[in-house]
């Protein structure tokens, strides 16, 4: 039924199908990769659009345009991390005000809804504090 269906479709529409499967699929599977094949897939279908070509070009066409979209995105996006998946390190440059003194140097700050251990020079609860790193689960910060 579903071989029908895209037979009935033509490779133009199957193409374009097939890329906005992936696509939506990647808003179920965040993971910033299967955008790039739903995009190779729609470029595959305006291409045999453009230029009629067999099934095997076709899967060719796709695949080399997957690998080169792949590899020229995770080129660009190197320099720029994921902030939502970053973690403590998307911390690092932030200013916050102590929730416990720093003394003997250590502290603690709240971030949200969660409390941080930090280490430090020595300040009053309420200093406002700047994070400059982290040393395994502790934040190494300095009076802001």
């Known amino acids: 039924m579903i071989l029908d269906i895209l037979t009935a479709l033509g490779p133009v529409w199957t193409w374009v199908l097939i890329g906005l499967i992936l696509m939506g699929a990647e808003l179920a599977i965040s993971g910033v990769f299967l955008v790039w094949l739903g995009i190779a897939a729609m470029v595959t279908g305006l291409e045999t659009a453009l230029v009629p070509m067999p099934w095997q070009a076709q899967i060719l066409f796709f695949a080399g345009l997957s690998v080169g979209l792949v590899v020229l995105a995770q080129k660009r996006m190197a320099g720029h991390p994921n902030s939502l998946n970053r973690g403590a390190q998307g911390l690092i440059g932030q200013e916050f005000h102590l929730d416990a ?44």
């Open 101 to 144: 003194a720093i003394a003997n140097g250590l502290g603690r700050i709240r971030v949200n809804d969660t409390l941080w251990r930090v280490s430090g020079p020595d300040a009053p609860a309420g200093t406002r504090i700047r994070v400059t790193g982290i040393e395994g689960t502790t934040l190494t910060v300095t009076t802001a």
